[in-house]
């Protein structure tokens, strides 16, 4: 692998720079990967976002306020539960799930929010944007906004509103602005695009909420750390429950902000297998899918260097996937090195295993998982029988799929009224 | 060789290679350079622009449509060079497509098609060292940008480590026409001046000769691009080089004559 040129040396002034721009949260860099590719523009703005988390982090304030939002108003921390039937009904591991779809919102998108909105009232900045592909971040940003008493403006693909309807309805009546992007694929891609340009225009006054482990430094590092909280509970819960810990743990990945969020307290224990699942779409034509580990290769896209879907010019591909949320070409960076070191595995699970996967669970469990998290469910249906019973698997249940109604209904066949 | 402005304000203009198509962008620069145009940027085709207003992205996205690839743009540079050896060109591009080709195998192509300097629209000089390293071995200069919201310290670093001139962003924003030259602008220029004696050259939104009468006054060149690009969306093909080739010639027509850096 070809490393990318971190700065070495080059006069005092611009090491004191480096300096000031990597203290309190790390370095920005996942091995070769993340980093800052920016217009010069939003240096500033990173600049300031950067030191106010530092300073937030040792604030005993800031956390203790956080901590009382996420556990009364949010609803920390989620349960793990056995699902037993599922378990049974498989015949192999033990499987549990962290049911991060039961937050307020109805996915893990709230946790960082949260973070992020109690940051930007810090800075002073009272005008919100946000880019959603599921519709999940964009409702949990609006939510937060509405909460703290702030503008709220959130992009969103066009194509993406088509199939997230409902939650366009919600993030409006909430008070958000809604504004839809019809450029590119108008999926979660196009809305960074917008949201990045809005923000070059407004960066005086806005806050770029951006809702996972993309983008430029320090936006993947400080959205990991306000997802750590899943990890932190989910093994404790584990080693109450079965006084081990499991076999794996799975998640889907699209950013990839949940699959951290579950992952990093787990990284440690080497025993235990982290396993990524990306979408596999309609199949592994280059466009018909976003696993960016399959079909990928390095690059820069939107702010940081990762695995991005690209053709041989650099340009890059349109994806595809059922689910909104896992539908974008690149992948948070930390993921991208997990990858490269063999720490965490990255597999796919296509469009109609995701749909199958829903079905199950919402049969034997009575669980309507959303269509992302459905991937991690359908990898663990997957390799769950070939386990042994003592085996354990830990799902991230990111988020529930009352958003995804009008596609199972089609997708599905569901009869109506 | 690298870049020199011939008349005071130098003049740039920005062109979105492959739109509307290859040879009618080779047609534009070359009236371009003939109408008065000391520095040509080679603008490469991106996918995600997310730097770039409406008029350069669509340019952008009709390119890459048309195939456009940034061997296309290394290709034309070479043309432009050898029948229009005196005029500047500077390829400008976002990272991936360098990144794609490889910044060794780029700077090599790039120096034998007789291109003087590279602007790559996100990155910034922390993130450069190799790239710098690499276009400095194939006589390349790195231009970077400085924004109304960059602070002096960062003024100062970006002076250290550009050759050729210093591109100065005039509002924060991305590309694009508007009515006025930012008032931010000449104060980003006299707070950069201090850092460089290099020449600096203004853009965003620069589209009529007042425009660049009042740039003239504080910095040394002035960048057109959108104002170029969205002419040539109007024009079509066919009447393109010559539509640019009078507005070029007009941007600095009040002050021409006197001007002139013998």
């Known amino acids: 692998m070809k490393t990318l040129f971190p700065e070495k040396s080059a006069t005092k002034e611009s090491e004191m720079i480096i300096a000031a721009a990597h203290s309190g949260t790390g370095s920005g860099r996942f ?11 939003l240096m500033a703005a990173l600049q300031e976002l950067e030191s106010a988390y530092a300073e937030a982090q040792n604030d005993p304030a800031f956390a203790s306020e956080l901590a009382y939002l996420l556990h009364h108003y949010a609803g920390r921390p989620t349960p793990l539960y056995l699902a037993a039937r599922l378990s049974e009904s498989l015949g ?22 949260l973070g992020q909105g109690l940051l930007a009232r810090r800075m002073g900045k009272q005008r919100i944007i946000a880019e959603t592909g ?8 609006a939510t937060v906004c509405a909460l703290f008493g702030m503008e709220c403006i959130v992009y969103m693909g066009e194509e993406d509103m088509r199939r997230q309807e409902l939650n366009v309805y919600r993030m409006r009546l909430l008070g958000a602005e809604v504004r839809g992007v019809s450029s590119g694929s108008a999926t979660l891609k196009d809305a960074i695009n917008e949201a990045m340009r809005d923000w070059v225009t407004n960066v005086h006054t806005t806050h770029y909420l951006l809702g996972s482990v993309l ?44 699959a951290i969020g579950a992952f990093y307290e787990f990284i440690p224990d ?33 702010g940081t260097y990762s695995y991005v879907l690209q053709d041989d010019a650099g340009q890059i591909s349109n994806t595809h996937s059922v689910s909104a949320g896992l539908d974008y070409p690149s992948i948070g960076p930390e993921h991208a090195a997990l990858h490269d070191s063999g720490r965490a595995e990255y597999v ?70 | 060789m690298g870049i020199e ?64 690839r940034l061997l296309d743009v290394l290709a034309l540079a070479r043309e432009l060079h050898a029948e229009r050896p005196t005029a500047g060109l500077v390829i400008f591009s976002y990272l991936n497509p360098i990144l794609r080709m490889g910044l060794e195998a780029f700077a090599d192509a790039a120096e034998r098609a007789g291109v003087d300097a590279v602007l790559v629209t996100d990155l910034i000089p922390e993130e450069s060292t190799e790239y710098r390293a690499i276009l400095r071995k194939h006589h390349l200069q790195p231009i970077f940008l400085v924004a109304p919201t960059s602070p002096d310290n960062r003024l100062q670093h970006i002076a250290e480590v550009s050759e050729g001139f210093v591109y100065a962003i005039s509002r924060v924003g991305i590309t694009g026409t508007q009515q006025q030259v930012a008032g931010d602008a000449r104060g ?56 640019v080739a009078a507005f070029i010639a007009g941007l600095r027509a009040p002050a021409e004559a006197e001007s002139v850096v013998s």
């Open chain 1, 348 to 417: 796919s699970a296509d469009d109609n295993a995701a749909l199958q996967a829903t079905v199950t669970l919402a049969r034997t469990e009575g669980i309507l998982p959303a269509l992302e998290s459905a991937h991690a469910v359908a990898e663990a249906i997957r390799i769950a029988p070939k386990m042994s019973r003592k085996d354990i698997l830990l799902i991230n249940l990111s988020g529930r799929g009352d958003k995804d109604m009008g596609i199972l209904a089609r997708e599905l066949k569901l009869q109506g009224a």
């Open chain 2, 5 to 68: 402005f011939r008349h005071h304000p130098g003049l740039i203009a920005y062109l979105t290679i492959g739109d509307p198509d290859l040879v009618t962008s080779k047609k534009i620069a070359l009236a371009a350079i003939d109408a008065g145009a000391d520095v040509i940027e080679l603008g490469v085709p991106f996918s995600d622009p997310l730097a770039d207003g409406p008029v350069i992205q669509r340019a952008s996205e009709r390119a890459v449509r048309n195939g456009t």
């Open chain 1, 215 to 258: 983008g430029a430094h320090p936006y993947p590092t400080m959205v990991r750390d306000f997802h750590r909280v899943i990890g932190i509970e989910a093994r404790q819960q584990i080693l109450e429950a079965e006084g081990v810990l499991p076999t794996a743990v799975l998640a889907c990945v699209g950013g990839g902000s949940n």
């Open chain 1, 270 to 302: 080497k025993n235990v297998r982290l396993i990524g699942v990306e979408a596999g779409g309609r199949g592994p034509a280059l466009g018909e899918h976003a696993a960016r580990f399959q079909g990928g290769s390095p690059g820069v896209l939107q």
């Open chain 1, 92 to 113: 192999g591991a033990k499987i549990y799930l962290k049911r991060e779809d039961l937050l307020h919102t109805g996915a893990h998108k709230i946790n960082n929010c």
């Open chain 1, 31 to 41: 091995g070769a990967y993340g980093g800052r590719y920016v217009p010069e523009t």
């Open chain 1, 134 to 141: 599921a519709g999940q971040h964009g409702v949990a940003t």
């Open chain 2, 188 to 243: 980003l220029v006299a707070r950069l001046r201090r850092f460089t004696s290099l020449p600096i050259a203004l853009g965003f939104g620069i589209s009529n000769a007042a425009h660049v009468a009042a740039v003239a006054e504080y910095a040394d060149a002035a960048v057109v691009g959108s104002a170029i690009v969205a002419l040539i969306e109007q024009s079509g093909a066919e009447q393109a080089p010559a539509a």
